[in-house]
């Protein structure tokens, strides 16, 4: 196994990331904000099965934290996500300052505007997608990547970023990758560590709420409104959940329906106590 190589400027990133290509070596982006699970190494894994060289980032984006966010919070501990990189095999693992990704002067962000940002975490966190767009496409253009490998339990993000990639012509395949999930079906995130034992337990209503909606689907319930009824009422069992939304929508597009005829998300963001999680399920034929 390789030794994991640590960048902390763009300038060695740039200058890596070259000479892979010079020697013919297609590349992956994992971006990540740290606090490392297991649902970040399936995209690790994914990168590492399609691509040749593998690239991590471990960045907490300032800019795609709202002001009573939890940017400060934020889980942080970088000496074990690179343990943790290392024995996935990960190549290389870009680790920035805020001030190395918008030095002093820094006045240039990307921002969405055909709708995908204006509902679900859109809607709630106003600037979050504008921040993600601008920190993918900074590391997209980085590490020069052939894929970047997104999870889709940020349906949404992934989305968005699709939707600039192909708008600003950027030549990487974004890759989704399947939900990771513990053995209670609750979605990995790192936001799972705030969480008393007591909440975890709680929190896996989000997951059978969205299987008691698949199940209808299933079954042949295509009534946008009933599935979001039905995926409410198993929420509502829940009394340590406060639902922030349930919603419906068609994917990737993210327009609004009223019967679901082709592929959609069901995505939902639920209160645990003060930890906000989101989950989703996509209808039809994966994308």
């Known amino acids: 196994m390789s030794e994991l190589k640590i960048f902390t400027t763009v300038a060695e990133t740039v200058a890596y990331a070259k ?44 800019v795609q934290f709202g002001p009573n ?17 290392a024995a ?22 990307i921002t969405v505007e055909n709708g995908i940002t204006d509902v679900l975490c859109g809607a709630r966190r106003p600037g979050h997608f504008r921040g993600v767009a601008t920190v993918v496409t900074k590391l997209m253009n980085i590490t020069r990547a ?63 709420s969205l299987k008691a909606a698949k199940a209808a689907y299933e079954a042949g319930e295509r009534d946008a409104e009933a599935l979001k009824r039905i995926t409410r009422e198993e929420l509502a ?11 419906l929508y068609t994917y990737p597009a993210l327009r609004e329906t009223t019967t ?10 639920v209160f645990i106590g003060k930890t906000r999680l989101i989950d989703n399920i996509i209808l039809g034929e994966q994308a």
Do not use: W
Request: net charge negative; charged share 25%.
């Open 237 to 247: 069992t829940e009394p340590l959940a406060k639902v922030d939304y349930v919603d």
């Open 88 to 109: 996935e095999g990960v190549d290389a693992v870009f680790h920035p300052s805020p001030e190395e990704m918008y030095p002093a002067g820094y006045g240039t962000y």
């Open 146 to 208: 052939d894929k970047a490998f997104f999870g889709q339990k940020d349906a949404q993000q992934v989305a968005v970023v699709r939707r600039f990639v192909a708008d600003l012509n950027l030549p990487v395949e974004v890759c989704m990758v399947p939900i990771c999930r513990e053995a209670s079906g609750l979605a990995r995130s790192s936001r799972n560590s705030y969480m008393s034992a007591e909440e975890k337990q709680a929190a896996v209503v989000l997951s059978r």
């Open 19 to 62: 000479e892979q290509k010079a020697a013919g070596r297609t590349i992956g982006l994992c971006p990540t904000m740290g606090a490392l699970h297991e649902g970040h190494m399936t995209l690790m894994r994914a990168a590492r099965s399609a691509c040749d060289v593998v690239i991590a980032s471990v960045f907490v984006n300032p």
């Open 260 to 269: 679901v005829t082709e592929q959609s998300l069901l995505a939902i963001a």
């Open 69 to 85: 966010e939890d940017y400060d919070k934020y889980p942080r501990q970088f000496d074990a996500d690179c343990e943790k990189l």
